[in-house]
């Protein structure tokens, strides 16, 4: 139910904005989240928000260049990822969960997209 796209081969130093549509739900009363993996790695949680103050996370490996959001209107999430580094390749997929505080363990997250490939280059 949920399609993440936005993905691509990117310089390091550039940017990629990737987003995420749900079909069966709206995000409005969700707890939404980023995650990645990397070929060889565990699953990461990159991101969330509840859209409600103080539920916004990011890993401290990309805190200061990604940013989540999302629009209400469009039924949409983003995650704005600036300064590429090549740590930062991985397959990206967009979850969303019961709203809470902030969190990205995995099991909270119960609706999970495809995934969408970051590749950054030195």
């Known amino acids: 139910q949920l399609q993440a796209c936005g993905g691509g081969l990117v310089q390091a130093g550039g940017s990629l904005r990737l987003s995420c549509t749900s079909s069966?739900?709206?995000?409005?009363?969700?707890?939404v989240a980023w995650f990645r993996q990397a070929p060889g790695k565990e699953r990461e949680g990159v991101s969330c928000?509840?859209?409600?103050?103080?539920?916004?996370y990011y890993a401290d490996s990309v805190k200061g260049r990604f940013i989540i959001s999302t629009d209400n209107a469009k039924n949409t999430v983003y995650l704005q990822m600036n300064n590429l580094k090549p740590e930062d390749t991985a397959v990206y997929y967009c979850?969303?969960?019961?709203?809470?505080?902030?969190?990205?363990?995995?099991?909270?997250?119960?609706?999970w997209g495809q995934g969408t490939q970051v590749t950054v280059s030195s």
């Open positions: 979850a969303a969960g019961l709203r809470g505080l902030r969190s990205v363990k995995p099991t909270l997250y119960n609706y």
């Open positions: 928000t509840a859209n409600t103050a103080g539920t916004t």
């Open positions: 069966g739900f709206t995000f409005g009363n969700k707890r």
